[in-house]
């Protein structure tokens, strides 16, 4: 059972109507369920909007979006549906020469045929590669959660991680283990300056190797493969690599900082490390003082020769305490973190994307002047109710498992989750569970928001699901066990 929080730590007032707005949000998400060959196979992204008559793309089932969808439902005991998710994904996985091996962004039935997107028709025609990402992830929770290991050492399935592999597990001309993104690759679909290795990306391609391995490890049992396991030794080598260099480098407290403003530049030699990516101290920036403040820590956006990107990015960081890819004391430094900038990434409407936002000159520069995109709007800052439930889940998985270590800490951090989730059960059926909210403290329903967003009605019940129902069943994101 979830534990007492003081009603003095709410600053926000509990509303009485809960078992209602749970009931309404259950019977929208109902809805936004679509049948693939006959079968419910997942959600499409929006019940409703603003231009249902046209071409957009919001009545497809996205990859990204059915996460929390995938998840809700195992918690559900809705096995079925997610193995026919999973399986549609596993027969769209691209077989053709350049692509072999992608996942697709979305994909709908149409006149009994599936069509999919792997950025061909999407706008900027960029593909997700956050989508091939989560696939073996979702997988893997599934397998864990039903049992079906019959699915998992499936050749179908085996067959998918092996492909999915090959894009990832090869020679490159930096031979580092992160992955190479163009700008627009994951849930930030427009551009942001988030191209070269964004951190959203590397965390995924942590849980990803991290579900392979499991996934090849069931297999491993039922068969003996040389070739399995080499693929085993080689993708945990790439998965401690991937790791260490991310920990290395996009970890920042504030007594790394201090270093690295005092670490010298323009080093030659294999073996001058202390700045790699010759980083002058100048672009460290000042916002970071306060934002870092005594003991709070953070993985920046992505580190690139020259030019990191210190913006913080919600979704990566809470991937990588769900994901076991930060320590548990860094988890800690990390919510430090949220507390202490809570009035940023909470605001009215939790949580925010990314901050800070860009503006005036380099908005225009690095968006390509995307109106989307305004400061404080959409991807550039802006807040999007799907993105807390992942943040909750990071909180109360460590909760779970470390309750012990730092109570002091960790009693008002779920004290912030409760008042969190407080403010979407208030706001969100007023907003028609809008897709995103705008300004500098995410009052405003976004300029352009769908309404009806099926993550934010799923994210909401998830969290409603977590801290009410059944707090325990948060193991179910851990994919440490
Ligand atoms: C927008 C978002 C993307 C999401 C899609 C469907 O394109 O940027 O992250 O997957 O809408 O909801």
Not at 94 to 102: D, I
Not at 129 to 136: M, T
Not at 263 to 269: I, L, V
């Amino acid at each position: 059972m979830s534990r007492p929080f003081s009603q003095e730590q709410l600053r926000i007032r509990p509303s009485s109507r809960e078992e209602a707005v749970v009931k309404v949000a259950r019977g929208h998400f109902e809805r936004t369920l679509v049948q693939i060959k006959g079968e419910l196979a997942g959600s499409i992204a929006a019940l409703e909007h603003p231009r249902r008559s046209e071409a957009v793309n919001y009545g497809e089932v996205f990859l990204r979006d059915n996460v929390p969808v995938m998840v809700y439902l195992l918690l559900q005991g809705r096995h079925r549906i997610v193995r026919n998710f999973l399986t549609v994904c596993l027969e769209l996985q691209s077989s053709t020469y350049q692509t072999r091996g992608v996942f697709p962004t979305s994909f709908i039935e149409s006149e009994g045929e599936l069509i999919a997107d792997y950025g061909q028709r999407s706008i900027g025609r960029i593909t997700s590669v956050d989508a091939s990402l989560w696939w073996p992830v979702l997988c893997w929770l599934y397998v864990k959660h039903s049992n079906d290991r019959d699915f998992a050492s499936s050749q179908a399935v085996q067959r998918g991680v092996q492909l999915l592999l090959d894009l990832v597990l090869h020679p490159s001309f930096e031979g580092t283990p992160v992955l190479f993104v163009p700008d627009c690759a994951f849930m930030i679909d427009r551009p942001m300056d988030v191209w070269g290795a964004p951190l959203e990306v590397e965390v995924l391609l942590y849980g990803c190797l991290r579900s392979c391995c499991h996934l090849m490890e069931v297999a491993q049992q039922q068969q003996e493969s040389q070739v399995l396991d080499q693929r085993l030794v080689l993708t945990r080598q790439w998965l401690h690599d991937l790791r260490a260099f991310l920990l290395k480098h996009y970890w920042v407290t504030s007594k790394t900082v201090q270093l690295l403003r005092r670490r010298p530049t323009e080093q030659y030699g294999e073996h001058q490390h202390e700045n790699e990516f010759n980083v002058q101290p100048q672009v460290i920036p000042p916002w970071l003082q306060d934002w870092l403040n005594n003991r709070g820590g953070y993985l920046i956006g992505n580190m690139r020769t020259g030019r990191p990107d210190f913006r913080f990015y919600s979704l990566g960081n809470s991937l990588a305490c769900l994901f076991g890819l930060l320590s548990a004391p860094q988890q800690r430094a990390l919510f430090r973190l949220v507390l202490h900038n809570r009035q940023h990434l909470m605001g009215q409407m939790p949580m925010r994307i990314c901050h800070p936002p860009m503006e005036g000159e380099e908005w225009r520069d690095k968006t390509g002047s995307d109106p989307k995109n305004w400061p404080w709007s959409y991807h550039n800052g802006g807040h999007w109710p799907s993105l807390l439930w992942t943040f909750g889940a990071a909180v109360l998985l460590h909760d779970q498992r470390h309750h012990q270590d730092d109570a002091v800490l960790l009693a008002p951090v779920r004290a912030m989750l409760e008042e969190c989730y407080w403010r979407q059960l208030n706001q969100l059926p007023r907003q028609q569970w809008a897709e995103y909210f705008d300004g500098p403290t995410g009052t405003w329903v976004g300029q352009q928001a769908r309404t009806f967003q099926t993550w934010t009605i799923v994210g909401f019940l998830l969290m409603h699901h977590l801290l009410r129902v059944d707090p325990g069943a948060v193991s179910l994101l851990d994919l440490e066990s």
